[in-house]
């Protein structure tokens, strides 16, 4: 019977076989992430919060706050900014719309959208991830 070897000599991993080492995949380029401070992360974790209670003002005092200090905490405050006025123009919209009686399901709609994409942003930031809206007019670059 022939024997398959599933993990062929290759250069990266030749030396680790002999050594003992366990031979780990080679990394896409710019995969490795500079470790994120616990308060970047909860700052971060904050913006996304409190755009559910105070629409976009609670991101953009954090943003405007932290954007210097903490990378981190600068991308994701433009996120939930840019996201928090789309909501805004989402619910004007909405508003004028409720003339026609349409107005009201979607105010109910965005709400609901608001609040799920929220804590899903929330819950990224807090494991230290980078989050992107998917439904975001790019206001802030």
């Not at 022939?2 to 250069?11: G, H, L, V």
């Not at 380029?29 to 105070?54: R, T, W, Y």
């Not at 508003?95 to 105010?107: A, D, H, K, P, W």
Request: hydrophobic letters at 50%; one cysteine or more.
């Amino acid at each position: 019977m022939a024997e398959t070897n599933e993990n062929p000599q290759t250069p990266e991993n030749a030396g680790a076989e002999q050594t003992g080492q366990p031979v780990s995949e080679p990394q896409p380029v710019g995969a490795e992430q500079a470790p994120v401070s616990k308060d970047a992360v909860n700052m971060a974790m904050l913006c996304h919060i409190l755009a559910i209670f105070i629409c976009f003002l609670g991101p953009l005092i954090i943003w405007l706050i932290k954007k210097d200090d903490m990378p981190f905490v600068d991308r994701h405050g433009k996120e939930a900014l840019n996201f928090q006025l789309t909501v805004l123009i989402a619910m004007v919209i909405s508003g004028l719309l409720s003339v026609v009686c349409i107005g009201l399901i979607l105010m109910a709609v965005v709400e609901i959208v608001n609040l799920i994409f929220c804590i899903m942003a929330a819950v990224s930031a807090s494991r230290g991830q980078e989050y992107s809206y998917p439904v975001s007019i790019r206001l802030i670059k």
